[in-house]
């Protein structure tokens, strides 16, 4: 593998977990994130 | 319009597990590293990472506002949400393609999702690893499960395993998605999508481990690495004639530089010519001359051989001036994120006003990005190169979806220690990702016929089932050289997502506007949206779809409206894919017609109240 190889996946893969891990971050995060949606509103399938 | 809306989701974490789970599927393991490898190698991430930043993320979030927006008011099907947009009838008509294009996408992504699973069940009870190591061997139990031989193949009783495989897993996604958005496919989600990443971290860690190739020591993880992720330049020859009245003997080319064998990257040749592609790292500073001396036999005995140049190495630049390289990392971004399918733009569609799609829209590409880099580009075309060697993967048709993933990868796992266990964890997590894919392709159709046609789930679901397995068995039936398939993937999973990619970003920048587009994309907000975003999707991303639309449609197009010939006044396979695609069509032209009318009345009623 050369240098370059190794810059280009180096430069990829940490990238992407940084992204990863300040979005999961972000939204562990806000407060009273998961608030912001809907309450269970239950499914029958029976709705006809 | 305000109808009462009945499902929703019921978490956070589980939209955007749902998102990510619909759009990790076998691209992200399968399809990238074969993309990357194919063009360029590490050079693919430079168009790869631009096309996500001025396509991807401005694409999500249009999709993720617009099936919001379109919810709020009542909408969640994209013919429903086009029309309410756009203020007409025939915005309605214009959506179709959010329904249709994933409907058919599901007819044969399903069988692909059986043959993951048939190739998990294979570890599991032998028929595979007992293959040993036999590309050959692989390639025709490939080819046999899933009838490439001839038509009606997979009917023919002779491989019924993989048509009760086929059954079940139209089964579980019915059934899943028979119970609705929460109680189903976020449900299935939260606890595959985990399981799935286990799975893939267990395979990777057995990959990262494995020993190098005793018989090739340079075949080891670190340059199967290098293989996947090295900037490739390559030098050409001139392509050899073989002397008039000799065929070339199959494998007997051989390559020297001054005395010194060398394994060349590629050899094409057929029975008249030979071309040979060199790898430019590996001779770099040899040499010099760029003189090779190449020996190959003719199938009249004869030993022949020849003095010939290689060109000069080609430059970073020149291999990311072709187009072809800028269109492939396009889709790929396209069919990883599950954009312009019309599937983000359904599930978003089931959130509240105030519910954020900013950051969850990221978080879905970040994570589906992590399953696709990290996940995918470590597996595979490592793996393969271990086991199978540079020269196997550098002929593109070894590192395709299917050939990388049914051919290569089932031989490598049946040449490694406790290959059952792994060849069968590696086509479980392919399934797993496959269902969270076809799940959200079924949703989009379900969402048309409930609020559409005022269908109950139990209907739509029974509609659609009758209407996806005929194209199944279609697709199935004419299953020699994969030609239906591959006629509905072109037309659908390529043609179609550009246009309907394109008409999403033209009516949130330009029909819903700059000022409210913004204010959209802000609502519920828990990151701040850059306001450059909107320079981005009312300008370039249109114009950088259509230049990468017409760059393709001009290379493969003609091929395609070529195949669509009839011969010997029978008509082709790909005619018939096209008369089946229209037909599908002329259905949902109908359902949409029936859905206006029930629109007009409901709209009739809300004004007089």
């Keep these: 593998m050369t240098v370059a190889g190794w810059m280009v996946m180096g430069f990829t893969v940490i990238g992407v977990i940084s992204l990863l891990s300040w979005s999961i971050w972000k939204v562990i995060s806000t407060p009273n994130s998961t608030e912001h949606l809907h309450g269970t509103m239950d499914i029958d399938p029976e709705d006809d | 319009m305000s109808k009462e809306k009945k499902e929703s989701w019921n978490s956070r974490v589980g939209v955007i597990l749902a998102v990510v789970g619909s759009a990790v ?6 399809r990238f590293p074969g993309e990357a490898v194919k063009n360029g190698g590490g050079l693919f991430m430079v168009p790869y990472i631009i096309a996500f930043l001025i396509v991807g993320i ?27 947009i756009l203020g007409t009838s025939k915005g309605a008509y214009l959506g179709m393609l959010g329904t249709i294009m994933p409907m058919l996408i599901y007819t044969y992504y399903v069988i692909l999702e059986a043959l993951c699973l048939y190739f998990a069940w294979g570890f599991l009870n032998g028929d595979i690893p007992k293959l040993g190591n036999d590309v050959g061997a692989v390639a025709t139990h490939f080819k046999a499960a899933v009838g490439a031989n001839a038509n009606g193949e997979l009917f023919s009783g002779s491989n019924s395993p993989m048509l009760i495989c086929l059954i079940l897993c139209t089964l579980i996604n019915f059934s899943l998605i028979y119970r609705g958005i929460s109680k189903g496919i976020e449900i299935f989600c939260a606890i595959a999508m985990p399981m799935l990443v286990v799975c893939a971290f267990v395979v990777l860690f057995r990959v990262i481990t494995l020993p190098a190739n005793p018989e090739h020591p340079d075949q080891n993880f670190i340059n199967g690495l290098g293989f996947m992720w090295n900037p490739e330049q390559t030098r050409t020859t001139e392509v050899i004639q073989i002397p008039e009245g000799e065929t070339l003997l199959p494998d007997s080319v051989h390559l020297s530089e001054h005395g010194e064998n060398i394994t060349p990257l590629l050899v094409k040749s057929d029975a008249q010519s030979i071309q040979v592609i060199l790898d430019h790292h590996k001779h770099d500073g040899v040499a010099a001359d760029n003189q090779f001396t190449i020996t190959y036999e003719t199938e009249s005995g004869k030993n022949l051989g020849d003095t010939l140049t290689a060109t000069e190495p080609q430059s970073y630049l020149k291999t990311l001036s072709n187009p072809g390289v800028w269109v492939a990392a396009t889709g790929q971004i396209f069919f990883s994120l599950s954009l312009g399918f019309g599937l983000i733009l359904t599930y978003s569609s089931y959130l509240k006003r105030d519910d954020d799609i900013a950051l969850s829209s990221i978080t879905s590409a970040a994570g589906n990005g992590f399953c696709e880099v990290v996940l995918g580009g470590m597996i595979a075309i490592p793996a393969a190169f271990i086991f199978l060697g540079k020269g196997f993967l550098s002929d593109p048709s070894n590192v395709g979806t299917f050939g990388l993933g049914f051919v290569a990868l089932p031989n490598v796992f049946n040449q490694m220690p406790a290959g059952a266990f792994f060849g069968f964890l590696f086509f479980f997590l392919l399934f797993l990702a496959a ?30 089932a009758v209407i996806t397995l005929i194209g199944t068995i279609f697709i199935a039936w004419f299953s020699q050289g994969f030609a239906a398939l591959d006629t509905v993937d072109f037309w659908m999973a ?4 550009f246009i309907f990619a394109t008409i999403q970003t033209i009516i949130f920048g330009w029909v819903i506007g700059k000022e409210k587009g913004y204010k959209e994309l802000c609502s519920g907000a828990e990151i701040k949206v850059p306001k450059i975003i909107m320079v981005l999707i009312r300008y370039i991303s249109p114009l950088y779809l259509l230049g990468i639309f017409l760059l393709w449609a001009k290379g493969i197009l003609p091929g395609y409206i070529k195949a669509m010939a009839w011969s010997n006044g029978k008509p082709s396979v790909a005619f018939l894919s096209i008369s089946f695609i229209l037909l599908v069509i002329t259905f949902f032209a109908f359902v949409v017609a029936k859905s206006n009318q029930r629109w007009r009345k409901e709209d009739l009623l809300e004004e007089k109240s």
């Design chain 2, 25 to 30: 599927g076998l691209g992200n393991f399968l």
């Design chain 2, 58 to 84: 401005p694409l999500a979030w249009s999709e993720w506002a617009l099936g919001r927006y379109g919810g709020n008011r009542g909408h969640n099907s994209a013919p429903g949400i086009f029309r309410e």
């Design chain 2, 435 to 464: 269902v969270t894919s076809s799940l959200s392709m079924l949703q989009p159709t379900i969402a048309l016929l409930e609020e559409g046609l005022g269908l109950s789930r139990k209907k739509s679901v029974s509609l659609l």
């Design chain 2, 494 to 497: 390529n043609f179609f997502i």
